[in-house]
Each structure stands twice: as structure tokens, then as C-alpha cells.
């Protein structure tokens, strides 16, 4: 097709090449603290036996899906800021489509899951551990995945056949996503309006008609419980209350904020940048929200780098004897 050699431009912040330098070595700071911490998180977990319980199998998920979430969008805008190329080609614009919004579902997914997991563990204690283990924990996680790049896949099939417009090749925002391509698509959209739409309502209105559920649940376990249960209930609900509501602002800023914002002027460019940029800045929330309120986790964390310290500082000594000398 045509569209595969086809050469697209992204946006990037309309400012002096001074503020954008600026913006590059903030976004870069965030980027590497993103993976380095998060990655912190998957080996931390993987070397901590005592770590292997179903919630953290649900935070490594997350862990995965930030680490690529921001890999997926934030180098190439950083080359952007830079060198001020803004160029790219479709079939990469379309790949990192795929790659951003199936990790956007997928956490989607997982944020929904792991509400259900806090509502088992607080509603009904005692059978927790025999309804939720770290297999089926891994399974969901799995399947969360597969069903994430599955109806993905559906989107980018009908984006691929869809003619671009010749005239505009230039993307309203710093990533390809599925309303960005649309703009410049030409002839009959309406089969795609219909998908995207399905598929909003089934991975972002349901998952959250989801967590409202377990969240009534929850107060209405905590009003009839007792003053220590009520503390510790709710700061595990506070904990993942924070991480939805931090994800899911980012999400409705990137989903709606394009609707309102229809202007092609440097102020609308800017707020669909800024709105992205949130979007993709948006993982470093979940590793510092479980790493300052997740005691088990922090003592973990303590544990290895204490453990890497003594490796460290352990210098043994190498004793030559004087008959071994040549």
C-alpha cells in the first residue's frame, strides 16, 4: 500500500529552541528514572521470595507496561526536541500505535484487576488465598495482555486501510495514536468511529464501572468494621486510589482533549503535547506511589541494596606466600 512508504510528521511544543532544550533534559531525567525504577521493581520482586504473592505479580505488570509506555513514545520525541526532525514514517507511526495503546489497555485492565484483588482481600479475608493465587494472578496478567493486543490489532487493521490524505501529513500531537491518524485519513470514517468508540466503552468505561463496584464495596465493608481494620483497609484502597486517578486523568486528557480542542494554532498544538506528555510521564506515578506506601516492597528494596553494599565493600584480601614467588 501506499501509505506503508508514506512520511509523517509529528508536533512537537511551539517555543525557543532554548525552552525545548529545556524540555528535552527534563523528559530525559523522567525517562530514565521511569525505567530504572520500575525496573528496580521487577527485579526486586524477582529475587525476593517473599514478594511472590499475587498483588506484586499485578505491580510487576504494571512495571512492564509503564516501562514500555514511555519507551514506545518518549525517545522519539526527545530526538524531536533535539534535532528538531520531526519526520516519521508510517509504518513506524503505526507500530507505535500498537505498542502504546496495547500497554495503555492493558494497565487499563490491570488497574481493574487489581481493585477486584483489593476488594477480595478486604471483603473476605479469609478465603483470599484460596481464590487468588500468584498462578492465577499470572494468568490474568496474561490474559489482560492478550486481550489488550487483540482488540488493538482490530483498530490498526482498519487504520491501515484507510487512505491518508495528501495534502496533510501533519500529526496534531507529539505520538501517533489512534485520533491522531484519523485526522488525516480520507473518505469514510464511520466504521472506525464505530470501533474506537466500542472499544473505549469496553477497556475504559467498564474496567472503571469495575473499580466503582469494589470501591462501594469496600466503604461499606469499612463503615461496619473496626477501627484497626477500617485504618489498614483503607490505606490499601488509598494506595491504588492514587494510581487509578493519576493513570486515568492522563488517559481522559488524551482521549477528550482533541475532541474540544479542534484549532490547528500553536496554543491547541501545545495543550495536545502537553496532554501526551502527561500521558507518557504518567508511569513514574505507579513506582513512587507502591514504593512510599508499600512497606513490604521498601523493606525489599532496603534488602538488596544492603546486600549489593556488602558485596561491594567486601574485599578480601590475597595473601602470597614468598615460596610461591617465580
Known amino acids: 500500500m501506499e501509505n506503508r512508504s508514506s512520511v509523517l510528521h509529528l508536533a512537537t511544543f511551539e517555543a525557543p529552541y532554548s525552552i525545548q532544550v529545556l524540555i528535552f533534559s527534563l523528559c530525559l531525567a523522567m525517562y530514565l528514572t521511569i525505567t530504572a525504577a520500575n525496573l528496580l521493581v521487577l527485579v526486586t520482586v524477582a529475587v525476593s521470595t517473599d514478594l511472590h504473592k499475587p498483588m506484586h505479580m499485578f505491580l510487576c505488570n504494571l512495571a512492564i507496561g509503564d516501562i514500555i509506555i514511555s519507551t514506545g513514545g518518549l525517545p522519539k520525541q526527545l530526538h524531536v526536541l533535539l534535532t528538531g526532525d520531526r519526520k516519521i514514517l508510517y509504518v513506524s ?116 464501572c469495575v473499580v466503582a463496584y469494589t470501591y462501594i464495596r469496600i466503604f461499606i465493608e469499612c463503615k461496619i468494621s473496626s477501627s484497626a481494620f477500617r485504618s489498614k483497609a483503607l490505606h490499601t484502597f488509598g494506595t491504588h486510589f492514587m494510581a487509578l486517578a493519576v493513570f486515568f486523568t492522563s488517559v481522559f486528557l488524551d482521549i477528550l482533549l482533541p475532541r474540544f480542542v479542534k484549532d490547528a494554532n500553536s496554543e491547541g498544538v501545545n495543550l495536545r503535547c502537553a496532554a501526551q506528555l502527561v500521558f507518557l510521564l504518567s508511569p513514574i506515578a505507579n513506582v513512587l506511589i507502591y514504593c512510599l506506601r508499600t512497606l513490604e516492597l521498601r523493606l525489599a528494596i532496603n534488602t538488596q541494596f544492603n546486600k549489593i553494599l556488602r558485596k561491594v565493600h567486601y574485599c578480601p584480601t590475597i595473601k602470597v606466600n614468598v615460596s610461591d614467588r617465580g
Open 93 to 208: 507511526c503505526v507500530a507505535q500505535l500498537f505498542t502504546l495503546h496495547t500497554s495503555a489497555t492493558n494497565e487499563i485492565l490491570t488497574l481493574a484487576i487489581m481493585s477486584v484483588d483489593r476488594y477480595l482481600a478486604i471483603c473476605y479475608p479469609l478465603h483470599y488465598h484460596t481464590k487468588v493465587t500468584v498462578t492465577r494472578s499470572i494468568f490474568m496478567a496474561l490474559l489482560s495482555w492478550l486481550m489488550s493486543a487483540v482488540s488493538v490489532s482490530i483498530l490498526v487493521s482498519l487504520q491501515i486501510s484507510m487512505e491518508l490524505s495528501e495534502k496533510n501529513r501533519q500529526i496534531q500531537g507529539i505520538i501517533c495514536d489512534n485520533m491522531g491518524l484519523l485526522k488525516l485519513a480520507v473518505g469514510d470514517t464511520s466504521k472506525m468511529d464505530v470501533v474506537a468508540a466500542s472499544t473505549v466503552a469496553t477497556f475504559v468505561v467498564f474496567p472503571l
